[in-house]
């Protein structure tokens, strides 16, 4: 069927890399969203794919033919763009039906005004109006059909540029942001109309943002890529539980994830930010390591000692549920952050010390060059390298 | 009207702005009111010392009626349409492709190619008309229709003035249309040229206004008086039958230029937002 493999994919631009051996596989009906900052290529990997791009070097594959040279009109995909790039001059129905008219009915039969006489014409043109209007239904603009795209609403013409991707069901649905330019609540509404509209099709959807709570909400799985590279392919869960990579750990979550600066004292202890924690690194003692925390790891202890921070509160954010403590813990550059339950509330004051403990399993270490370095014996299947993990 | 009410019409600033804007509209109009003046008058006031615009004796009927009896006008004026007909759809049709493989295509030798453009663009169109002629004899158009339109089928200006609208149509717009399965060409007729409408209509005023004024190719080109256009037509006009009767001259002139003045006019708002809007607002 319809899976995508992705081999060592390399493009630059001039001189300038952008895509620096890319591999991956996406499985035939799965949902796997590229994540990452503004810049890193994600679009020009998505453009590769549907043969817009061609790449400098490497391979694609969809479903069991290689793409490579294959023009985008043969590849079986479909793409929704950021900017929707509709076509402004013809009616919603009239965009919607272009990709059909230009697979179902011959060159001659396209003809203006004479093609229409042509035989079988009028049988093709009244199943593609057919089709192109149960679409437009099952998106909810069905009413919309006589309009061109200048009188359309920003969620409308998205829900266009998705009608007319879908209309000719694809084996593969590309979308490059395509909720970039909605308001916030539309987002939301649009994000699950997408994971549904992928549930009913089951087929293959690359989906791109740099959203995280959309990559966090929708996917199967997310790449995550910085720079031209895929540092982690995973399930949400544990791209945010159990990162590879300190960029991953940085990238996701919000509030960020607490990073402190620390040395190895021994093969178990490590000192950072006046206490000392619990680490299991194969190092010397002097190694630099970085102690990684996301914010609701923290529990309130009564007093000092190790793993746990002391400080003076800075900032109190309520988050309705949630409360946001901002701590100065001397010897970090910036604020710890702690997400605890509202209840403490009324017991937080500015200025007030406080004692932050946090179990050792929860501590996420990195070593110099960015690598997670991970406790021995708690590897297992939950972080089996990317290969492995491809099926 | 919002820039009246910053900078006040009474600001010495915006008075010079309008006198200099009077005084230029008024330069350019007189010799068009002079010459409509002139085909309303008797043959014995055109010289009177005094000048008015309205003849004391109105004498239009005659000039007019002189005018497009005693020469083949309508016939000039029939060829005039054909020729600047042809002209203008020959330039959309290689213009059109011709600026969006300059405009949105890569390939080797592209900054060149329109580098080439632009010099063209510089170029006047009178220095050519030498190698133009021995072409046109070589190929054995001279003395037909074929002769008024070919110097003129592939257009700078137009390359120059499309490419410019095209770079201003998103790429994601050309990758859904490949992807939607659209040829190159199809893009081209279908995409593009649909969305740069205003642009085309611009310079298809520009052109028809250029064509149906010209008259320096025409004079080295056709001979045969069945094949003139108007202005052509008029200088023949002028030497054989007028002489000195200015009035039907004039008149002739009037009905020459009034079709382009009722096309400008009406297609106006066309004509500005082509030359300075882009496609996407
Ligand atoms: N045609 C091009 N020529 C030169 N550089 C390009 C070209 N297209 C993209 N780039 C560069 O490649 C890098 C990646 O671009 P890309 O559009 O893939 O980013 P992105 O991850 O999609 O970002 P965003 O989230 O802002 O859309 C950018 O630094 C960009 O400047
Ligand atoms: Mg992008």
Redesign the pocket.
């Known amino acids: 069927m319809a899976g995508i493999t992705i081999e060592k994919i390399e493009k630059t631009?001039?001189a300038?890399p952008?895509l620096r051996e890319v591999s991956l596989k996406i499985a035939d009906g799965e949902f796997l969203t590229l994540l990452?900052p503004?810049?890193?290529?994600?679009?020009?990997l998505l453009r590769i794919l549907a043969g817009l791009e061609v790449q400098t070097a490497g391979s694609v594959a969809i479903g069991d033919r290689v793409v490579d040279g294959v023009r985008p009109k043969r590849r079986d995909v479909a793409m929704v763009f950021q900017s929707y790039a509709l076509y402004p001059h013809m009616t919603v129905q009239d965009n919607m039906s272009v990709p059909l008219r230009m697979r179902r009915l011959t060159a001659w039969q396209r003809l203006p005004l004479l093609g229409r006489f042509l035989p079988g014409t009028k049988a093709t043109a009244a199943e593609i109006e057919r089709d192109v209007i149960r679409t437009a239904k099952a998106l909810g603009i069905g009413h919309l059909l006589a309009r061109k795209p200048g009188q359309l609403s920003g969620g409308q013409r998205q829900r266009v540029a998705v009608g007319r991707a879908m209309v000719r069901q694809p084996a593969v649905f590309l979308m490059d942001?395509p909720l970039s330019n909605l308001d916030a609540k539309l987002r939301v509404q649009m994000r699950a109309e997408i994971k549904e509209l992928h549930n009913r099709l089951g087929v293959t959807f690359v989906y791109?943002t740099?959203d995280q709570s959309e990559a966090m909400t929708m996917s199967d799985r997310v790449a995550v890529m910085l720079d031209g590279e895929l540092l982690q392919v995973a399930p949400p869960q544990e791209i945010y539980a159990d990162p590879d990579d300190r960029r991953v750990a940085e990238f996701i979550g919000s509030p960020k994830i607490n990073m402190l600066e620390a040395k190895l004292r021994d093969a178990a202890l490590a000192d950072a930010a006046g206490t000392s924690f619990t680490v299991a690194a194969d190092a010397g003692p002097g190694t630099a390591l970085t102690v990684g925390i996301r914010p609701e790891a923290f529990h309130l202890v009564e007093t000092g000692g190790p793993n746990v921070l002391t400080g003076a509160v800075r900032l109190v954010e309520h988050m309705g549920s949630d409360l946001f403590v901002h701590l100065n813990v001397p010897g970090t550059e910036h604020p710890v952050v702690a997400r605890l339950l509202a209840e403490r509330a009324p017991q937080i004051e500015l200025g007030q010390t406080l004692h932050l403990g946090v179990r050792p399993e929860r501590l996420l270490i990195f070593a110099a060059d960015g690598k997670r370095l991970r406790p021995q014996g708690h590897a297992g299947a939950k972080v089996l390298p990317i290969k492995e993990r491809m099926q | 009207m919002s820039t009246s009410a910053t900078h006040g019409l009474g600001s010495p600033a915006a008075i010079t702005r309008h006198a200099i804007l009077l005084i230029t509209g008024a330069l350019i109009l007189i010799p068009f009111v002079w010459m409509v003046s002139l085909s309303i008058k008797p043959p014995g006031e055109i010289f009177h010392a005094s000048f008015s615009f309205w003849p004391k004796q109105f004498y239009g009927i005659e000039n007019y009626t002189k005018a497009l009896t005693e020469a083949p006008l309508p016939r000039y004026m029939l060829n005039g349409v054909f020729v600047c007909t042809m002209i203008v759809a020959a330039q959309v049709l290689v213009c059109a492709p011709a600026a969006y493989a300059l405009a949105k295509l890569e390939f080797p030798g592209k900054n060149l190619l329109f580098a080439m453009v632009l010099i063209a663009l510089i170029l006047p169109h009178e220095v050519l008309s030498l190698p133009l002629f021995i072409l046109g004899y070589q190929i054995g158009v001279l003395n037909t229709y074929a002769a008024l339109v070919f110097p003129y089928v592939v257009s700078p200006f137009g390359i120059f003035l499309f490419r410019q609208f095209f770079k201003t149509i998103p790429d994601d717009v050309i990758h859904a249309a490949r992807l939607d399965g659209l040829s190159e060409l199809a893009i081209v007729w279908r995409i593009m040229v649909p969305m740069a409408l205003p642009a085309i209509i611009a310079f298809g005023i520009f052109s028809v206004v250029g064509h149906w004024n010209s008259l320096f190719w025409p004079l080295i080109a056709v001979r045969d008086q069945n094949l003139m256009p108007p202005p052509l037509g008029i200088m023949a006009f002028k030497n054989e039958e007028a002489g000195n009767d200015y009035g039907p001259l004039m008149a002739a002139s009037t009905i020459v230029v009034a079709p382009l003045i009722i096309a400008f006019l009406s297609a106006q708002r066309w004509f500005v937002e082509g030359l300075t809007g882009g496609a996407v607002k």
């Open positions: 631009f001039g300038t952008v990452g503004s810049g890193c290529g994600k679009s020009t942001e791109v740099h």
